[in-house]
């Protein structure tokens, strides 16, 4: 749409760009933006200065920027915000971008860019930012005209927040953003943009050809991923509901927890390369299985020619893209997540065939076998804490206070353990980088989180090494008063680069170490927070229960076992029935294959 | 990718798109950066105010692939429409090339003789070169470029290919 409003013209022009994109961004909701200034946006941070509605949150980092934004995000529903400069602000934010547009997660990002006379000419802190973050976004912009600055930021959001969600970057050239330009309106959601048309009710003969499917099911699963998140807690509550109409067992992503209750008996915890025993063992033997927003991640199937061998197939995504990408289906369902599963639920209703009662019960009563192996059990004793009992007790403890609590992760094997340790009763409690695996993404995300819930509980919970990567977003804890807890499972290992070096690498341990690691304690204090350490078991508790009972930013430096592995474990290229199990367990028959290392 | 071996084939795809900065380098990112094969890509606009785009591009693939390239395409934001031509049902294909034969002699009047036979029109000539003009399917053009190569084929421009569907049904927004 190149159109200006028939009014814009001949009203008189007050406003610079630069207040034209404050005045877009309130109209679409924005309360916090999360930037770091430079020339280029000086004029948005001037016209900052001067109004209250949208308050800024200065970073150390651009990136962090961006996974703050990730953070408000993913715990609120709604669009996060970012202002970053030209040049090196804009390449400092790809990565969270990325890490963005691969895990759904809805932004705006603006960007200052050269004036438009200068663009192309290498000029001071330019960058070809729509050129860089092209495939970074799922959308960019390069607004060269003032009558353009409304109407693209507005368009911005609509497409950040609609369909499948994802990141936006809008390029601002200086001179842009200092001219005068005219406001409009955003236009009214009934009205359908020109191009962009994502498709949310679903086909009502495909969810019927689904709900026949389902009642003839002896063996089901309800696999359902981030989807379910993305579309927002009525989606969840109807999941519940579905489940229990049903009776089908539950399997989630790691982008899906939270979206089923981790107390739910239903619930066979997390599937895939780290799943359970049984969640992983029903994929594989399922006859029916419904995708409700996941997508068929290679985390998640394993070997694609060995995946649920015996299943019809069900895939319920906003995104045909994500349909027959890497597993065919016999039955997709395009559309949302919420409105699919109300369908179903009505369809289910009505429909007056009755579903296969005995073979659902023989099949659960062949997981509640699976589930008596126990996967992820292990064993505590001595001095030394392993890191499964650190997050265990994290978890009890935290749910005895009864305090709303939202965890995020960096990426290795903590966050696995946190994944399979920590339970989630709602959607929009657990943040953390899946589909890029970002590691520094955990902390500048509790960021993002504790501004939008100033009173819950937010934990980061940390690698040693990956929590160096944003460190410096300990300052920006301490000028916002953001009392984030850090709690780091200190292996003194990439233990997830370790795992594998141990598997797949004869145990030849090449560069994995964190040698010279800095002293956490003293790290927290001199950025005005909290340092706390356990290093034996009988310490664990207390120093949970005074992080907890901390006000302020606290890092607690947990020493783990430093050779735990992290189990159950299906190697790259082996089957969900080829699971390694932890120590003392049986399983374990798969080896890795030449095919399977060259996998990630 | 899952299995899906066997069915290679290729496809004739027709992408309505907004006419705006940045359009192509999205496609062609798209075709690059998911390693889909681009056999060849054309565009320009095609409705009177200039607003819209026609791109049409070649590419092969086994048949996920190229259901694939197609819901990829779909989700851009300034795509309004992507049309499988070889599915659509028969259609036309065809390219412009530009194919400049440079020799003296017989080599002249057997070149002439050719271009005669393939209806190709001189467009330009000076004692030692010829610039032949034909449309064409890709076949047809490449056929015709071989027999000019001992002759004295000097260069070649094509077009790549533009399709239509036959009869009455019409790709609009
Ligand atoms: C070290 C490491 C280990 C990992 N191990 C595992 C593992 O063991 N198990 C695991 O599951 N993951 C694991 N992951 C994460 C994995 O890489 C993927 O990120 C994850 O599996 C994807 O989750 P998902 O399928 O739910 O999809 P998401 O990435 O959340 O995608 C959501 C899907 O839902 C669709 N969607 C979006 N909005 C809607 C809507 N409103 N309605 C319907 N559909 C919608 C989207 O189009 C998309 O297809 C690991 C990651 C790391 C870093
Ligand atoms: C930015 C980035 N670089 C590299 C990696 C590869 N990587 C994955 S896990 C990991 C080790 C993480 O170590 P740590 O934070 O100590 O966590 P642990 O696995 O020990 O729990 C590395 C290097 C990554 N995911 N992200
Ligand atoms: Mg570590």
Redesign the pocket.
């Known amino acids: 749409m190149s159109a200006t409003s028939p009014h814009a013209a001949t009203q008189p022009l007050t406003m610079s760009g630069a207040e034209v994109v404050l005045r877009a961004l309130k109209d679409q909701g924005v309360e916090v933006i999360f930037g770091y200034p430079g020339g280029a946006v000086l004029p948005i941070y001037d016209a900052i200065f001067q109004q209250n509605a949208i308050r800024h949150i200065l970073v150390r980092h651009e990136q962090a920027a961006v996974h703050a934004a990730e953070g408000y995000a993913r715990s609120t529903g709604k669009v996060g915000c970012v202002l970053v400069t030209s040049g090196p602000g804009a390449t400092n934010a790809v990565t969270g971008l990325l890490d963005a547009l691969?895990?759904?997660i809805p932004l705006v990002c603006l960007t200052g860019q050269v004036p438009t006379h200068l663009i192309g000419n290498d000029a001071f802190q330019e960058a070809d930012t729509t050129g860089i973050t092209r495939p970074a976004t799922k959308h960019n912009y390069l607004v060269k005209r003032s009558e353009d600055v409304a109407r693209v930021v507005h368009e911005a959001f609509h497409v950040a927040r609609s369909g499948?969600?994802g990141p936006v970057v809008i390029d601002l050239p200086k001179d842009i953003l200092i001219n005068k330009a005219p406001y409009v309106e955003a236009p009214p959601a009934t009205q359908p943009h020109r191009s962009y048309r994502p498709v949310t009710a679903p086909d009502m003969a495909q969810v019927r050809k689904a709900v026949a499917l389902m009642k003839q099911a002896e063996r089901p699963v309800i696999y359902a991923?981030?989807?379910?998140?993305?579309?927002g807690p009525e989606?969840s509550r109807l999941l519940g509901e579905f489940a229990r109409l049903t009776g089908f067992p539950v399997t989630n992503?790691?982008?899906?927890l939270g979206a089923f209750p981790s107390q739910d008996p239903q619930f066979l915890g997390?599937?895939?390369?780290?799943?359970t025993y049984e969640a992983n063992l029903v994929m594989h033997g399922c006859d029916v299985m419904l995708n409700m927003?996941?997508?068929?991640?290679d985390?998640?199937t394993g070997k694609l020619s060995h995946f649920a061998p015996t299943a019809k197939k069900i895939h319920?995504?906003?995104?045909p893209s994500?349909i027959n990408k890497n597993v065919k289906v016999e039955v997709p369902i395009v559309?949302?997540?919420?409105q699919?599963l109300a369908a179903m639920i009505q369809v289910w209703k009505e429909d007056s065939q009755p579903p296969k009662r005995e073979a659902l019960a023989a099949w659960w009563r062949q997981i509640d076998t699976w589930r008596g192996k126990n996967c992820l059990q292990y064993v505590q004793q001595g001095k030394i804490i392993k890191p499964q009992h650190a997050v265990k007790r994290l978890y009890e403890i935290t749910r005895e206070s009864g305090r709303d609590t939202f965890i995020t992760t960096e990426?290795?094997q903590h966050?696995?353990w946190a994944a399979q340790y920590f339970g989630f009763e709602k959607p929009n409690r657990w943040m953390t980088?899946?589909?890029l695996?970002t590691m520094g993404y955990g902390l500048p995300a509790a960021m993002g989180v504790q501004i939008a819930h100033p009173d819950a509980l937010v934990i980061d919970i940390a690698g040693e090494a990956s929590i160096l990567m944003n460190i410096q977003e300990m300052a920006t804890l301490a000028q916002y008063r953001l009392p984030v807890k850090v709690f780091i499972l200190n292996n003194e290992y990439m233990g997830?680069v370790r795992q594998w070096q141990e598997l797949l690498h004869g145990g030849r341990y090449s560069e994995s170490y964190s040698a010279a690691l800095p002293d956490f304690v003293k790290l927290a204090e001199s950025f005005h927070g909290v340092g706390l350490r356990a290093t034996e078991e009988s310490q664990l508790d207390d120093v949970i229960r005074e992080m907890l009972a901390t006000d302020r930013p606290v890092i607690a430096d947990i020493a783990v076992a430093k050779d735990e592995n992290c189990f159950p474990m299906i190697p790259s290229g082996a089957a969900h029935n080829e699971m390694i199990l932890g120590p003392g367990q049986e399983g374990g028959v798969a080896g890795v294959t030449d095919e399977g290392k060259v996998l990630v | 990718m899952a299995d899906d071996s066997g069915n290679f084939r290729s496809a004739t795809i027709a992408v309505l798109v907004e006419n705006e900065a940045g359009v192509l380098a999205r496609v062609i990112g798209l075709f690059s950066g998911r390693g889909y094969n681009i056999e060849s890509l054309t565009v320009a606009p095609v409705d009177e105010d200039r607003r819209l785009s026609r791109i049409t591009i070649v590419t092969s693939g086994t048949e996920m692939v190229i259901e694939q390239i197609k819901a990829q395409l779909d989700r851009l934001v300034p795509v309004h429409k992507v049309s499988d031509l070889t599915l659509a049902g028969p259609h036309l294909v065809r390219e412009l090339a530009l194919i400049k034969v440079v020799g003296s002699g017989e080599h002249r009047v057997e070149a002439l003789r050719l271009a005669d036979a393939f209806r190709a029109r001189v467009v330009d000539a000076t004692t030692e070169s010829f610039v032949f003009e034909m449309t064409g399917n890709a076949e047809k053009v490449d056929a015709f470029c071989a027999l000019m190569r001992p002759i004295g084929l000097a260069e070649v421009s094509r077009t790549g290919a533009v399709a239509i569907v036959r009869g009455s049904s019409a790709l609009s927004v």
């Open positions: 691969m895990d759904s499948r969600p991923g981030g989807g379910v998140i993305n579309s989606a992503t790691l982008m899906g997390m599937l895939g390369m780290h799943g927003g996941a997508r068929f991640d985390r998640v319920a995504d906003i995104d994500s559309g949302d997540a919420g699919i990426v290795g966050q696995m980088s899946g589909g695996g997830m």
